[in-house]
């Protein structure tokens, strides 16, 4: 057994009660590891940025369906002009305007808000493509709603000078990796210190990591710059 043991470890008042800690000979300072200000507004692909991925990948599923359903209906519908041809009421030229190629153009057209050459004749399409265009429309207020947002977010500075700015930070969620000296820093702490612990705990999503790499991995692969990582003075710049 060892008699003397050298390490990152933080004076708590559990810890003091078991062992014997020399004078202090080093103090490292607390510090937040954030995403650059400046990343989301340099990344080309920012502009996805205000939908999560599978919100896009839900969007593109729908639009496949609806074009199937358009094209479906279209083919089916006795009202429609394939079926009119068929009787002499439509020329050959219209009916083909739903065909699969049309059917895509036409739901791409009603997404960008514009007009098609032929309109629905049965009153099923009609009411398909009153959905597509209202589902589109708040779809895209949606988008526009976020993307301030996103892009004010990339120009976002934050100034935390003690714990009581951490701890009443609303813009990110921070977190830390277990069992190191600031993750016990927190843990073993009262009053606000202990708090900020609490927050860590008590949030919605996992915020702790059980190595320093896979933390500022997180912190760099979050398009939307929330998470924060919390440690000691240098903790990242030891390990790039």
């Given at each position: 057994?060892?008699?003397v043991a ?11 009660d078991?062992?014997?800690?020399t ?8 510090k ?16 996805v ?13 729908l ?16 009202y429609?002009?394939r ?14 305007t739903?065909s ?17 050459h032929?309109?629905p004749?049965?009153w099923?399409?009609r ?6 265009f ?10 526009a ?24 930070n ?7 990796v ?9 843990r ?34 979050q ?6 990582v919390?440690?000691?003075?240098g903790f ?5």
């Open positions: 057994d060892a008699d050298i390490g990152s470890l933080t004076k708590v008042g559990a810890r003091e078991a062992i014997d800690f004078g202090t000979w080093y103090k490292s300072q607390l937040v590891a954030i995403l650059h200000p400046s990343w989301t507004f340099e990344y080309p692909f920012s502009l940025f205000p939908l999560h991925v599978t919100a896009w990948a839900a969007l593109v599923a639009f496949v369906i609806i074009s199937s359903m358009v094209f479906f209906l279209g083919y089916c519908s006795p429609e002009y079926r009119l041809a068929e009787r002499g009421e439509a020329t050959e030229e219209e009916a083909g739903f699969i190629g049309e059917s895509i153009f036409y739901c791409l057209s009603t997404g960008f808000w514009q007009s098609f032929r309109s004749k049965s099923s399409l009411l398909l493509s009153m959905f597509w209202w589902f589109c429309i708040c779809t895209i207020f949606l988008y709603w976020n993307v301030n947002s996103v892009f004010k977010f990339s120009k976002t500075a934050i100034k935390i000078k003690d714990v009581h700015d951490l701890l009443f609303d813009i990110h969620e921070f977190g830390a277990r069992n190191s000296p600031s993750y016990d820093f927190y073993f702490n009262k009053g606000q210190y202990r708090m900020v612990f609490d927050r860590i705990l008590n949030s919605d999503r996992n915020l702790l990591e059980d190595r320093i790499e896979e933390a500022i991995y997180r912190v760099r692969r398009w939307d710059g929330r998470y924060a919390l440690g000691k003075k990242y710049h030891t390990r790039r």
